[in-house]
């Protein structure tokens, strides 16, 4: 009974954490074999622990992933041409510390958003904060965040995120206005945060689609100059899976 006090304490003080790791150790037996010092690195390691996985948990529900997708389910049988080992290699995450730049390009179906995702879901395994925007909904939004006087606020907002997809590049020319906003983002993120941009035209596709030249260069400067670049090939893996689940004879 003397130990109920203590869990109340230690819910009051929400050490949920160390609240149930200490329940557990009142129900074992010869848990005072162990010393006092042992006893309370346990209790420590649950607590950290547990908020660890909240903080994750939170992490994952702001950066509004598209796909629940992580890096150790990526399906390299698949013939598009994925390199397995810069997988590997950027699922180590030193290219946000480093602040450089992914740009995903391939046909519809190859899988670029379910990858990108992946690796953002990675970054916020790692303690980075991400965020999966669809850039043609994030330009609509811009000019009502101008017209209700929220944009400096998403610009900043946008700003500190470490992880940011960019997801469906280029399916629009860019209009004047468009540009602009596209390269205040870029600006603000240069070379300390970075980007993942997901887009159905090929690299050298992208100036014509930006339109104005010397923006263009300005915008590809800041996003393409310091990325990797994963250019995907191959038939669509949504035609594939439902040409492998059709009913015998279909078709």
Same mark, same amino acid.
């Given at each position: 009974?003397?130990?109920?006090?203590?869990?109340?304490?230690?819910?009051?003080?929400?050490?949920?954490?160390?609240?149930?790791?200490?329940?557990?150790?009142?129900?074992?037996?010869?848990?005072?074999?162990?010393?006092?010092?042992?006893? &309370?690195?346990?209790?420590?390691? %649950? @607590?950290?622990?547990?908020?660890?996985?909240? !903080? *994750?948990?939170?992490? +994952?529900?702001?950066?509004?992933?598209?796909?629940?997708?992580?890096?150790?389910?990526?399906?390299?049988?698949?013939?598009?041409?994925?390199?397995?080992?810069?997988?590997?290699?950027?699922?180590?995450?030193?290219?946000?510390?480093?602040?450089?730049?992914?740009?995903?390009?391939?046909?519809?179906?190859?899988?670029?958003?379910?990858?990108?995702?992946? &690796?953002?879901?990675?970054?916020? %395994? @790692?303690?980075?904060?991400?965020?999966?925007? !669809? *850039?043609?909904?994030? +330009?609509?939004?811009?000019?009502?965040?101008?017209?209700?006087?929220?944009?400096?606020?998403?610009?900043?907002?946008?700003?500190?995120?470490?992880?940011?997809?960019?997801?469906?590049?280029?399916?629009?020319?860019?209009?004047?206005?468009?540009?602009?906003?596209?390269?205040?983002?870029?600006?603000?993120?240069?070379?300390?945060?970075?980007?993942?941009?997901?887009?159905?035209?090929?690299?050298?596709?992208?100036?014509?689609?930006?339109?104005?030249?010397?923006?263009?260069?300005?915008?590809?400067?800041?996003?393409?100059?310091?990325?990797?670049?994963?250019?995907?090939?191959?038939?669509?893996?949504?035609?594939?899976?439902?040409?492998?689940?059709?009913?015998?004879?279909?078709?």
């Amino acid at each position: 009974m003397l130990n109920h006090p203590t869990l109340d304490k230690l819910e009051a003080l929400r050490f949920n954490g160390m609240v149930k790791a200490l329940t557990e150790q009142m129900s074992v037996p010869d848990i005072d074999d162990l010393s006092f010092e042992e006893r &309370l690195g346990l209790l420590v390691d %649950r @607590e950290m622990t547990e908020r660890e996985d909240r !903080r *994750l948990k939170t992490r +994952l529900r702001q950066a509004k992933l598209r796909q629940s997708a992580c890096v150790e389910d990526i399906d390299y049988r698949h013939p598009r041409g994925l390199d397995k080992s810069l997988i590997l290699d950027l699922a180590g995450c030193q290219w946000i510390k480093r602040h450089l730049n992914i740009m995903i390009t391939g046909p519809t179906g190859v899988g670029k958003t379910w990858i990108a995702c992946a &690796l953002a879901q990675k970054a916020c %395994r @790692e303690g980075y904060r991400a965020l999966y925007l !669809r *850039l043609p909904k994030l +330009l609509q939004e811009l000019p009502i965040a101008k017209g209700d006087g929220t944009y400096i606020n998403l610009l900043t907002r946008l700003a500190k995120i470490d992880v940011l997809i960019l997801d469906d590049w280029g399916l629009s020319k860019l209009m004047a206005e468009q540009r602009r906003d596209l390269l205040e983002i870029l600006e603000d993120r240069y070379d300390s945060r970075s980007t993942i941009v997901t887009s159905q035209l090929p690299l050298d596709k992208w100036h014509d689609i930006i339109g104005d030249p010397t923006l263009a260069d300005a915008i590809l400067d800041r996003l393409v100059h310091n990325a990797y670049k994963i250019n995907l090939r191959g038939e669509s893996m949504r035609k594939r899976k439902t040409l492998l689940t059709a009913p015998m004879g279909s078709g």
